[in-house]
């Protein structure tokens, strides 16, 4: 069973940035995608960046320009930089990764449990 440890989240004013991480903390063979999703109350939850093994990048229009994904093949971690953030990025973020545990085994969704960003104005 794969487990992910997020950390990172917190309060911030707007105009302010955090960094949220999430790691794999068992053995995994290979890991495809990773990226970052989020959640606000009363909303459905919604892709927020991820980013390919190869390092391609794919952006919500609502945070281009404002967060960056990244990736730690080697510690099987992903990163969000949120920069110039806004009380509207407020949510619970969930960090989705798509990998296999074994050569043979099916590529799987492994979500973290989720981290609250909230942003004051």
């Known amino acids: 069973q794969v487990q992910l440890v997020e950390s990172g989240g917190g309060l911030v004013q707007a105009g302010g940035s955090l960094r949220l991480s999430c790691a794999a903390s068992?053995?995994?063979?290979?890991?495809?995608?990773m990226g970052w999703h989020r959640q606000a109350p009363g909303s459905q939850r919604e892709l927020v960046a991820d980013i390919t093994r190869g390092g391609s990048t794919n952006y919500a229009d609502s945070v281009k320009g404002r967060f960056t994904i990244s990736r730690d093949n080697a510690k099987n971690t992903v990163y969000l930089q949120m920069n110039s953030l806004k009380p509207e990025d407020s949510a619970v973020y969930y960090c989705k990764l798509e990998g296999k545990t074994t050569p043979s085994s099916q590529n799987t969704d492994y979500w973290g449990q989720g981290t609250q960003v909230t942003v004051s104005s």
């Open positions: 068992t053995s995994i063979f290979r890991l495809n995608v």
